[in-house]
């Protein structure tokens, strides 16, 4: 059975593309539901950020997978995704599971070793459980790729200095404004990302922060975790709060423009040549770019962020290798686990076979021998114990490891037992069967 990612990423699409085909956030149980329904998905679970959006499936068969995995896009997406293929990317088998690890260990972020990412995984992995949208595989390779994101950051320095999508927003921002103390701060989205850069425009100096949020009380709680110098503020004093801002950062998850030509020319009518400077780093993108047309006003979005990669890259350079070290180990563990699953059903089977038939033996014995004292019954349960798992011992693990080695040869043993014991295992639940990907799959 194939293990599938299929996705687009800031690698492969602008973020005029990615933000078409982003879900809101508040559909993503519903939408790892929908993905249950499609026949041909064992499991599935999906990896929404503003940097990329993927599907990482079990397949019951490659071909009609992927096909089932793309008219699940199509069909459950609104206007036009017929430019999705032209961004797509699908990985099969060990390329899945490496790209996964990059992802959580921060190498293929858009700013190397970001800290927003492996709480964004753990995110989607807990939102599959909620869905019930995960089975075995899916459930430990996200535990390892938990593991292995957090591996890279106590044991390298990746994460050193730790440029976060939020920090690189307030870099951006004194880049253009210069200091930031005593700006009046604009942040729109109370969220995770909102929150961490107003509290990085605290730190900065800003003389004044306002949080506003769809949800009023999230951005109370926010301002009132920053202090004295913020203050939340509703949805309907935007233009408002646009008057007084001199820089905004804006992150909230509303499928339209939430900043709009028409709210930033009113605002600009009272501060006439003061500079509004906006950074967008949501996707769905936040802010129309027509505002750039009005005077005074600049705006950078998430992409735009991209030009501290190289930065970032160089700091951190001497620490790739030790990540990549801890990826291949993890990709190694995580595969023998994976091909020793072909020995499971198998080696379950026999398991059951040969303690049902100790069991009644056992109490057949018992049943013609009344007299055996408490002591001897319990002697001889345990030789008989004893001499099954001795049996058994070296066919499991020789089997179990074979099943590492070499799949197809694990598969031949795998059938002798299962005829040589009529277990009829593979035949009732086809859980041996080979894999049907095409040629030159991973899996």
Known sequence: ???????????????????????????????????????????????????????YAE????????????????????????????YMYT???TQAIDHLFRVSTGLDSMLIGEAEILGQIKDAYVQAQRAHSLGKTLHMLFRHALEAGKDARTQTAISSDSTSVATAAVGFAKQHVGELRGKVVLVIGAGKMG??????????????????????????????????????AEMPGLVNALREADVVITSTGASHFVVTPGNVAEAMLSRPHRPLFIVDIAVPRDVDPEVTRIDDVGLVDIDGLKDLVDVTLEKRREAIPLVEEIIASHVERFAQWYQSRVAVPVIASLMQKAEAIRAAELERLLGRCPELSEREVSLITGMSLTIVSKLL?????????????????????ARMLDELFELETLSQNGEGAVPTAPEGSDE
């Open 195 to 232: 929150a961490a850069a107003a509290r990085r425009m605290r730190d900065e100096g800003a003389a004044e922060i306002i949080v506003l949020n769809r949800t009023h009380k999230r951005a109370r709680d926010v301002a009132g975790e920053l202090g004295e110098i913020a203050r939340a």
């Open 59 to 86: 397949l019951e068969d490659y071909e009609s997978g992927v096909g089932q995995l793309k008219r699940f896009l199509n069909n459950f997406r609104h206007g036009d995704v017929s430019d999705m293929d032209s």
């Open 91 to 93: 990985l099969l088998g």
């Open 393 to 413: 011992h070296s066919a499991v693990v020789r089997i179990r490891d074979k099943a590492v080695e070499n799949r197809a040869e694990a598969m031949t043993h």
């Open 1 to 55: 059975m194939p293990l599938v990612c299929l996705g687009l990423s800031h690698s492969t699409a602008p973020v005029v593309v990615r933000e078409r085909h982003a879900f809101p956030t508040a559909m993503m149980g519903e939408v790892l539901v929908a993905l249950r329904d499609y026949e041909a998905v064992r499991e599935a679970l999906m990896v929404q950020t503003c940097g990329r959006l993927e599907i």
